[in-house]
């Protein structure tokens, strides 16, 4: 029996040479508004700006899960070393030292994000250039996803950071929680909104999306 998603699958395996531009060119437009036309902002002020700044992220997952693999693949990897010592990491560096010269910390803060979300894309792009199926890579990206947005580094400056006055009861520069929970959240609520994000990823990782698709595929 034929189902609607059926014909869709196959549309869009038809037209699978082309998909990731679909993804790509948006999600590239999203990252130079945010980027270089908006300032710089280290706070989220409520679930829309949240889902605004995080739809590039996940465009550009989508649109390397279906990039596709060729023989220029080992080409494309070193391009992306190339292009992270040749640029980010210098980059990210001399906006630090603005930094310690202005105190505008939101612009080491927006680009260290830039950075974290490179860092995951290119690991994923491996992974696809290295012969992941696109079901497969869509899964690992939105488990990235995920894990990004968990929070585990805030808990991770929580624990790490040197305060002089002893630990904060609650992490106040969280804004990205705080538009879940409605206030700065203590230490338990950081924990629960971690765990939760982490059994998601797990739930992603164990889905039979690739059996879905061979399935649609064969009908």
């Known amino acids: 029996m034929t189902t609607t998603a059926e014909p869709v699958v196959h549309r869009l395996y038809a037209a699978r040479r082309w998909l990731w531009l679909a993804a790509a060119v948006p999600a590239a437009v999203l990252a130079a508004l945010i980027m270089v036309v908006l300032p710089a902002d280290q706070t989220l002020d409520n679930l829309a700006e949240w889902l605004f700044k995080l739809s590039p992220f996940l465009l550009a997952v989508v649109a390397v899960a279906t990039f596709p693999r060729g023989r220029f693949g080992p080409v494309l990897v070193v391009l992306g070393v190339l292009a992270y010592m040749g640029y980010l990491d210098t980059a990210l560096i001399l906006r630090v030292l603005e930094y310690r010269e202005q105190g505008e910390f939101s612009v080491v803060y927006q680009f260290q994000l830039f950075v974290v979300t490179y860092i995951v894309l290119f690991g994923l792009l491996a992974f696809r250039l290295g012969g992941a199926r696109t079901a497969t890579t869509l899964k690992v990206?939105?488990?990235?996803?995920?894990?990004?947005?968990?929070?585990?580094?805030?808990?991770?400056?929580?624990?790490?950071n040197d305060w002089p006055d002893g630990r904060p009861?609650?992490?106040?520069?969280?804004?990205?929680?705080?538009?879940?929970?409605?206030?700065?959240?203590?230490?338990?609520?950081?924990?629960?909104?971690?765990?939760?994000?982490?059994?998601?990823?797990?739930?992603?990782?164990?889905?039979?999306?690739?059996?879905?698709?061979?399935?649609?595929?064969?009908?």
Do not use: K, Q, Y
């Open 141 to 160: 990206g939105v488990a990235g996803v995920l894990i990004v947005i968990s929070g585990l580094n805030d808990l991770g400056f929580w624990v790490l």
């Open 169 to 219: 009861s609650t992490l106040d520069w969280a804004s990205h929680i705080i538009v879940f929970t409605g206030g700065p959240p203590s230490m338990p609520v950081a924990v629960v909104f971690l765990l939760v994000h982490l059994v998601l990823a797990g739930v992603v990782m164990v889905l039979p999306v690739e059996r879905w698709v061979d399935e649609r595929l064969a009908s």
